[in-house]
């Protein structure tokens, strides 16, 4: 398993402004809660320089939803001194999006660092190196600029122990990490015959690693 970051040029196909760039600001995609091959939600901090209150934004809503093509948005918090809100945003995926996410399978996944910029979007994607090829040919065909940023082997650089892989990949498979949770710590502890504290150590360990991997350049 590798981590991959990639730049994806959509200027050209003019899908930042349509599908998910916002008032010409960037998004700092803080947490990805679900995704498919229709769509996306996640949680991304938003940076204006013309703060504006909340209830100003409720007012146009609709007008949001229609011009960017979210499903459903909400502004969980908002900081008028640094000029930033916390939203939670469901999109509808552009149809590039659902031609990769074909191709992927329950050994890839999206991941963060994730930044969508006005010609440009930063994603994380852990996968086989297969799946990478098979993806990046996809872009290739369809004329697509892109950039590997990093590439790091995962099970070489953070050293999950079998146990560990074991664990993970089966909490990945079974719906742990998504939201609503299909599958539950203590369901897993039964699978797997241990106590429910052997889980909840054995995951965050690994979580920790993983996370510490991946924003390590950005420390």
């Known amino acids: 398993m590798k981590l991959f970051v990639v730049n994806i040029d959509m200027a050209g196909l003019g899908l930042p402004a349509k599908y998910f760039h ?3 600001k960037v998004l700092f995609v803080s947490r990805i809660l679900k995704y498919d091959g ?8 938003l940076k204006r320089n013309d703060f504006v209150e ?3 934004i409720n007012k146009k809503r609709e007008v949001i939803m229609e011009k960017y093509n979210i499903e459903d948005f ?3 918090d908002s900081d008028e001194r640094t000029e930033t809100y916390d939203v939670l945003i469901i999109q509808r995926m552009p149809e590039l999006f659902t031609r990769i996410y074909s191709l ?4 890839s996944f999206i991941t ?9 979007i930063m994603l994380s994607v852990i996968s086989k190196e297969q799946t990478a090829s098979m993806i990046s040919s996809l872009l290739d065909d369809l004329n697509i600029k892109y950039e590997v940023l990093r590439k790091v082997n995962l099970s070489r650089e ?6 560990q892989m074991e664990i993970i990949t089966v909490a990945i498979k079974k719906g742990y990490y998504e939201i609503p949770r299909k599958i539950k710590m203590n369901h897993l502890a039964e699978e797997f015959g241990v106590s ?8 965050r360990k690994a979580e920790s690693m993983a996370i510490y991997e991946i924003f390590k350049p950005y420390l």
């Open 158 to 163: 953070i050293k999950f122990n079998p146990r």
């Open 38 to 45: 229709q769509r996306i939600a996640y949680m991304a901090e």
């Open 22 to 24: 916002i008032h010409d």
């Open 74 to 76: 909400e502004i969980i």
């Open 104 to 107: 992927m399978d329950y050994s």
């Open 54 to 56: 909340m209830d100003e």
């Open 196 to 203: 429910i504290t052997v889980i909840e150590r054995v995951l």
């Open 112 to 120: 963060t660092p994730m930044v969508i910029g006005k010609e440009k």
